[in-house]
């Protein structure tokens, strides 16, 4: 059961990150604060779960699929944090080009830092799970291409609720640069520098 499971892992938490968007866009009536926090304990929570099926695999490996094999980190070697951190860097200003021509959106610096901390807490955990699992998973499943378009593609579903059809070509070119760069960089940080940087961004600008 094991090993005939191991080959829809990637499938698996691609539907497990799409129903937790659904209960997100579920909680907004309640209010921003229920539907980010549902959304950071279900993100959390899918996290677990991943880690305790690597804990399975490494004990009942699959034959054609590694436990975390042929994934985009293990593929190319990791370039070093600072060089990997400036990229994220260059990749959020890039992402904020689309928005810094419009007019400041003139909310105040001081509430900011609450809503800042919070978008770092919420981006940086999509990042862990998007291009630090799922990407990965589709990569050693279906190939690298399939890994970056797939991830850029669940990227743009989950934020369909809060942003409309509209935005979603949008959100997909963020996911495909967001997954661009975990590709190149081999590293999971620069993504989440990258899209902090991007939110940041919105409260200035939209």
């Not at 991830?151 to 495909?176: C, E, K, Q, T």
């Amino acid at each position: 059961m094991i090993a005939a499971a191991a080959p829809r892992r990637a499938a698996a938490l691609t539907v497990a990150l799409l129903l937790t968007a659904i209960m997100r866009s579920l909680l907004l009536p309640i209010g921003e604060l229920a539907a980010a926090v549902g959304f950071v304990i279900a993100l959390a929570g899918l996290l677990v779960v991943e880690r305790r099926m690597d804990s399975v695999l490494s004990r009942h490996p699959h034959p054609t699929l590694p436990t975390r094999g042929r994934e985009i980190g293990q593929q190319r070697s990791e370039t070093p944090f600072w060089l990997g951190a400036a990229a994220g860097v260059g990749v959020g200003l890039v992402l904020l080009l689309p928005v810094m021509g419009a007019a400041a959106s003139g909310r105040p610096l001081s509430g900011f830092w609450g809503w800042g901390a919070a978008i770092v807490v919420i981006a940086t955990l999509e990042e862990v799970v998007l291009r630090g699992r799922l990407q990965p998973a589709w990569t050693a499943e279906a190939g690298p291409v399939a890994g970056l378009v797939l991830s850029a593609a669940v990227f743009a579903l989950i934020h369909l609720p809060r942003y409309g059809l509209g935005a979603m070509p949008l959100d997909f070119a963020v996911g495909l640069a967001l997954g661009g760069l975990r590709a190149v960089t081999g590293r999971v940080a620069p993504c989440a520098i990258a899209h902090v940087i991007a939110d940041w961004g919105a409260w200035f600008w939209l």
